[in-house]
């Protein structure tokens, strides 16, 4: 007798082409809170008078009509106030497209849906305010003021549905679909690396060799090395002939990234790394990177300015690491 099995329980959250399923994407709806009202005073001191005025008018007229229409503007006016509180309340927004990477101090864009029309302004990192439709995916535009790694933003939501005469606001975090990495600036100090000097605490380990593979012979000029004349040429030509051979190193250079604990110390020589690494990489020098990930230090070898952004983001402490771990993200952003 053959038993039967049992029923195997789904655990992936990822649909067919690894879209994210309903489960997955449920995790990353997310509510406003800290509700306030905007501008109290005004609205609630207008709608006072413009209610005292009508009941004056009404009681001094008698009129059934004039007292109607007064209880009806005045529970509009009520309804104006209050139920856009609670129509705020319920909005849920959802980020459903993000870059991978991004760079300090300049905008990038990530898709948000709201489930209510609503205004969004982006406050971590901040962003200018966009008009969000219910079910429909908007763009927003942040820009990030440091490096680190991205899992979630906070978003500045209000609402006046539906009357328009009072306004609601609220705080959102949302989470992303993955996180981004943001790379630090280009610092200025890009002249260390090609005067020779150290980086940081550390010395730059290079050497560039003066014989290499022959490029061309050509006459002497002031300042040439002895070590680079052609002697056979130069008894060919009667004057004193060097070879220009192609430049080649011996040893790549080294760079120890030790970031303060500091967040903006740490922007300022993040960003000075970036500009002494870019300018290696512009003279096709091999970098290899030293930097200290979560405790554990991490030796790579960089090939891009993307590289080394990423590496830099991720090293020391995370100055994004308040916005939370990001609830629903899949993880580090696509290569």
């Not at 943001?182 to 550390?202: I, K, N, Y």
Request: hydrophobic content about 40%; overall charge positive.
């Amino acid at each position: 007798m053959r038993s039967a099995s049992p029923k195997r329980a789904s655990t992936s959250r990822r649909g067919r082409h690894g879209a994210p399923d309903e489960e997955s994407r449920d995790s990353r709806h997310s509510r406003p809170n800290q509700l306030r009202p905007d501008r109290l005073l005004l609205p609630v001191t207008g709608s006072v008078i413009l209610l005292t005025i009508w009941a004056g008018v009404a009681h001094a007229s008698g009129s059934e009509w004039v007292q109607a229409l007064g209880t009806l503007v005045a529970g509009l006016v009520v309804v104006g106030l209050v139920t856009p509180r609670v129509a705020l309340g319920r909005i849920r927004l959802t980020a459903e497209d993000a870059p991978a990477d991004a760079k300090s101090g300049e905008p990038f864009e990530i898709s948000v849906t709201a489930s209510a029309p609503c205004r969004c302004v982006p406050l971590q990192p901040a962003g200018p305010a966009v008009l969000l439709q219910a079910g429909r995916a908007v763009r927003v535009q942040v820009v990030p003021d440091h490096r680190g790694r991205l899992s979630a933003v906070i978003l500045g939501v209000s609402s006046a549905a539906p009357l328009g005469i009072f306004w609601w606001s609220g705080r959102c975090r949302v989470a992303l679909p993955h996180v981004v990495t943001v790379a630090p600036r280009r610092g200025s100090s890009a002249r260390r690396a090609l005067d020779g000097r150290s980086t940081g605490e550390h010395e730059d380990r290079r050497v560039l060799a003066d014989q290499g593979e022959l490029h061309s012979i050509r006459e002497y000029r002031v300042g040439d090395s002895p070590r680079q004349v052609h002697w056979r040429s130069t008894a060919h030509a009667g004057t004193l002939m060097v070879r220009e051979s192609e430049r080649r190193e011996d040893r790549a250079v080294r760079i120890v990234a030790d970031l303060p604990p500091d967040h903006e110390l740490a922007e300022v020589e993040a960003a000075e790394l970036m500009g002494t690494i870019a300018a290696l990489l512009a003279r096709r020098r091999r970098v290899v990177l030293e930097t200290v990930e979560e405790g554990r230090p991490v030796v790579a070898t960089i090939g891009t300015e993307r590289d080394a952004g990423r590496q830099l983001a991720r090293a020391g402490r995370n100055p994004w690491a308040e916005l939370g771990p990001g609830e629903g993200t899949a993880g580090e952003g696509a290569p």
